[in-house]
């Protein structure tokens, strides 16, 4: 590793809280560790080796850390032996990047040999952690077929783990072992428990329909000779798992449960039975039959076990979320609305609660599919054992745990029935309004959350719930001192409050209302509500909550943080200010003044760990939004200071453009124009920059880009009239609002329709006959577009505040200089391959949003400067070179080559950048872009030597 000392250049390789090092420095730290004759540093450097190869996860580091870790494995105690096998464990996805797999097997492989039982045990354990990549050591296979007929316990139970490891991976193994351990579970001599463990093994021979068959017939011949509940549970959940594996037999395993479902007496087989039963549902709903749903159906109606019914249900829950709900009988005598007749208004909250999920998703398919039931509605009929149910459940006792999930489950039926229909909206939202004031305080979160998600389907919805929200916040704020769930439920209500508010004459009492709750809550909680109003358009009140908390921080950036708030919330509130008499024209320049301060604080409240590119970027974009919107206003303004000079006429004749008879007006909105389409693409680019983002935040960055859009096409629509823009040409709201977003969400609702009425206008602007000149009414119709777009309230996306999804590349190019810094050298006749090696990198919710199908690498050179001596030679080759690759990431990791020519000498400069392709084929250029220098140079000294000796043959 010493030669490569340089090699690992990482982009954002440092960890929160971790110190800053090179790959070769945290090896050699750890080297040292395991060299101590200490046992505690020894076993503090083998934990710490997963998060290396976490953070370093390139194969030379990989490959020398497991060789070190294998030698450490041959001569160290068993003690240390069991911490390498627990990092094999937590390691699996790298070890496909050990270089020398068999140098390392053999170091690991050496002990099997040992005397003690408990070393060979953690050998077998350590090989089968590492069987992915060993999987087919005839050796290793021999080892664990003899270790399998070991008389010491430990040994036995460490073959049988290595068994089910290697069985898993390897096709030939599952073959040879499937007869030894179908006589093991045979004999006589084995014990029960190990043959519980033996049939686990079972579990992982689904290679081929040929082992599987055989396995399946072994199993089900076992079933009827030992009688044990543990046994037939265990059996039944291998051939579950077989089933659920290799496909082909899952409808024979549902026959089989459902057998033993309705036959066997056994309370826990049948409990058990329903648990395979849900497997199979989730695996191949498609597979099931007809008659398997009746079965389901009649055993809950049947038994008389709650529990055993509510699993049974849960079976039915899963089968009718899927392609299977069609198997159902929907009729209004059929058995299955039968079950949910008696179950909806049960006394036990899970019943009902289960019961109610499964007719929801009937109610859905049914009012997805058009299924006419004479008599009966399936949606009014969920409406109401929903509200049966929150009633008992929000005036009971409460704090159970069943009643938690019962209540989670019924408020999560309700947001998907409003999800499908959104006409229900109105009476979930009256159903569950009307509990917030009368139910317990553990009940108000989960609604008050429900509420939120409702409000956010379809505007207009809280509106009639804001009388009652105003009297339960005044009542909460009554209490000097609040609690932390009746703090996080004053907050909800501040967020419902934003919601219901569509009226804005109204907001100086909602403002005074909400400054009131604030003083009830800790700094925390004020600035939730704050958050929350912004990104509902509520500037004037999260104005006043910034202003109160940006001097009550314990650092600069917060401080910087929350003044860029306090300047973002100011500048809306400016051009709010114009509907009350303030100049369109004063509001923009203020509003102006207050993004810069804004981006001005947002630069100063970066810091290494929080970077705020995307929040600089988004509100950057903003201001010079406002400021091509006060350009527009300086423009329009010409046709009054600068009139059409007398020769426009001619100018305009000489120009063929007869637009120019208006005079500096047009040149001036045409500038407009192009500035506006401008910042339309530098929305475009932002897009393509947040990964991470979630839909909302998208569909946000698309509205304002087509915002912008929309500004120039209305400018252009004036102005380049003759230029090929045919006056018939309509623009629909399909055309214009091309936004990737199925339904309207409350945070995008003003921009929206701001567009929507901007497109009717546009459509209005133009030339009456065949007089084309610009004129007031025309001018007066552009800024009609321009107060619309401009006055509507920025709501502030998601991920401005808050990213739930974290992904990152790092790149790690070879060669790299012997000095940062330094220029690598190299011939200009010859080539230089550059390796490029990443790894992606998640958050703690990977793939929320969408996730890293493919990684393409961009790597470009261009010539800085040529050599002194070359510099008065005419170049004829290639300056630059460009190329390519896409890769496709195995466990997040990553590698390219490329193979560069310099043949120019001088100095070039390279570039290296990364761009993310997700499972839809869009490409993101997320970054990371990395640069290396290289200098070429001629061989003078092998030119003299040719030149002598070409003089010498002649």
């Given amino acids: 590793m010493t030669s490569n000392s340089n090699r690992f250049s990482i982009v954002n390789g440092s960890g929160i809280g971790e110190q800053d090092q090179d790959a070769n420095s945290a090896l050699t730290e750890l080297d040292k560790g395991l060299r101590s004759v200490k046992v505690g540093e020894q076993c503090e450097a083998i934990v710490r080796f997963p998060r290396l190869f976490e953070r370093y996860p390139f194969p030379i580091l990989i490959n020398s850390a497991c060789l070190k870790l294998g030698d450490v494995f041959r001569y160290g105690s068993n003690f240390l032996r069991v911490l390498i096998f627990k990092v094999m464990q937590q390691s699996q996805k790298h070890l496909d990047k ?83 351990i179908g006589d093991m579970i045979q004999g006589l001599a084995t014990p029960v428990e190990i043959k519980l463990k033996l049939l686990i093994v079972f579990q992982q021979m689904h290679h081929d329909a040929q082992t599987t068959s055989m396995i399946r017939n072994l199993c089900i011949e076992l079933l009827p000779s030992y009688s044990c509940w543990l046994f037939t549970v265990a059996t039944l959940h291998t051939l579950t798992q077989l089933a659920a594996d290799s496909i082909i037999d899952i409808s024979e395993q549902v026959e089989l449960l459902l057998k033993y479902l309705h036959e066997d007496p056994r309370q826990d087989v049948k409990f058990h039975a329903l648990q395979d039963l849900m497997q199979l549902a989730e695996k191949g709903s498609h597979l099931w039959l007809p008659k398997h749903l009746e079965k389901v159906v009649e055993f809950a109606l049947e038994t008389p076990y709650l529990e055993l019914k509510c699993k049974a249900i849960k079976v039915l829950v899963i089968l009718s979320s899927s392609y299977a709900v069609d198997k159902f009988e929907i009729s209004p005598d059929c058995k299955v609305l039968q079950l949910c007749e008696e179950c909806i208004y049960h006394i036990n909250a899970e019943l009902a609660s289960v019961s109610i999920e499964f007719l929801t998703y009937l109610a859905i398919y049914v009012y997805q599919e058009d299924v006419i039931l004479e008599g009966i509605d399936l949606s009014q009929e969920v409406s109401s054992a929903i509200e049966s149910l929150l009633l008992i459940i929000s005036s009971g006792n409460g704090g159970s745990q069943s009643d938690d999930k019962a209540l989670q489950r019924c408020l999560r039926c309700s947001v998907k029935l409003c999800e499908v229909n959104p006409d229900l909206c109105t009476q979930f939202v009256d159903t569950i309004g009307s509990l917030i004031g009368n139910c317990i305080d553990d009940c108000v979160i989960p609604i008050c959350e429900t509420l939120c998600a409702l409000g956010n389907k379809r505007a ?162 903003r201001s010079e939004v406002l400021q091509a919107h006060l350009q527009l206003l300086d423009s329009s303004s010409c046709i009054k200071t600068s009139p059409p000079p007398a020769i426009a006429a001619a100018v305009a004749i000489a120009a063929r453009d007869e637009l120019q008879k208006s005079g500096r007006v047009v040149t001036q909105l045409r500038k407009c124009a192009k500035e506006f389409r ?10 393509q920059s947040v990964f991470d983002a979630d839909p909302k935040t998208l569909s946000n960055i698309q509205i304002l880009q087509q915002s912008c859009l929309l500004s120039a096409q209305a400018i252009e629509r004036l102005v380049q009239h003759n230029h090929g823009l045919s006056l018939s040409t309509g623009l629909t709201n399909e055309d214009i609002l091309n936004i990737e977003c199925t339904q309207q969400t409350l945070e995008n609702q003003k921009i929206l329709d701001a567009c929507r009425r901007s497109s009717v206008y546009i459509r209005e602007i133009g030339f009456q006959g065949d007089y084309r000149i610009i004129g007031r009414k025309e001018i007066d119709n552009l800024l009609r577009v321009s107060h619309e777009l401009a006055l509507v309230p920025l709501c502030l996306p998601r991920l401005f505040f808050q990213t739930l999804q974290s992904t990152s590349i790092k790149l790690a190019i070879s060669p790299q200089p012997k000095v940062a810094g330094d220029p690598i050298y190299i011939l200009n006749t010859a080539h230089l391959a550059i390796k490029v090696e990443g790894v992606v990198q998640h958050g703690t919710q990977p793939g929320l949003y969408r996730k890293v199908s493919k990684v393409t690498l961009f790597v470009s050179s261009v010539l800085q400067s040529r050599s002194i001596a070359t510099s008065d030679i005419k170049v004829t080759q290639e300056t630059s070179n460009s190329m390519t690759q896409t890769v496709t990431p195995h466990n997040d990791y990553f590698q390219a080559q490329f193979l560069l020519a310099f043949s120019v000498p001088g100095l070039h400069l390279v570039t290296v950048e990364a761009t993310v392709i997700d499972e839809t084929e869009a490409q993101w250029k997320t970054g990371p872009k990395m640069t290396l220098t290289i200098k070429s140079h001629d061989d003078n000294s092998n030119q003299k030597a040719s030149r002598s000796t070409f003089g010498t043959r002649f």
């Fill in 98 to 180: 050990i270089l020398n797999i068999d140098e390392f097997v053999r170091r690991i492989y050496s002990v099997i040999h040992s005397n003690d039982p408990v070393a060979r045990a953690m050998t077998l354990r350590t090989l089968g952690s590492i069987a992915s990549v060993v999987a087919e050591k005839k050796d290793i296979h021999h080892s664990i077929r003899n270790s399998l007929d070991s008389h010491d316990a430990v040994e036995l139970e460490a073959a049988i783990y290595a068994s089910g490891r290697f069985a898993a991976q390897s096709k030939i193994f599952a073959s040879n072992i499937c007869p030894k």
């Fill in 460 to 621: 207009g919805v809280m509106m009639y719930l804001q009388p009652e929200l105003v009297n339960i916040i005044t009542q909460y704020t009554k209490p000097s001192k609040l609690n932390n769930k009746k703090t996080q439920a004053l907050v909800m209500m501040c967020t419902l409050l934003f919601q219901a508010s569509v009226d804005y004459s109204r907001k100086g009492q909602e403002s005074q209302l909400i400054m009131k709750a604030i003083n009830s809550c800790d700094l925390w909680s004020a600035y939730r509500v704050a958050r929350q109003a912004t990104r509902y358009g509520h500037h004037e009140v999260a104005a006043q909550i910034f202003s109160l908390l940006c001097n009550r921080v314990s650092s600069e950036h917060f401080h910087f943080w929350l003044m860029s708030l306090w300047e973002i919330s100011e500048a809306e509130n400016c051009l709010q200010r114009c509907k009350t008499g303030t100049s369109f024209h004063e509001s923009l320049s203020q509003a102006i003044t207050h993004y810069s301060k804004a981006v001005s604080g947002l630069k100063a409240a970066t810091s290494p760990l929080h970077s705020l590119l995307f929040q600089c970027e988004y509100i950057k974009l």
């Fill in 678 to 687: 401008g910042l339309a693409e530098q929305y475009g680019v932002i897009y």
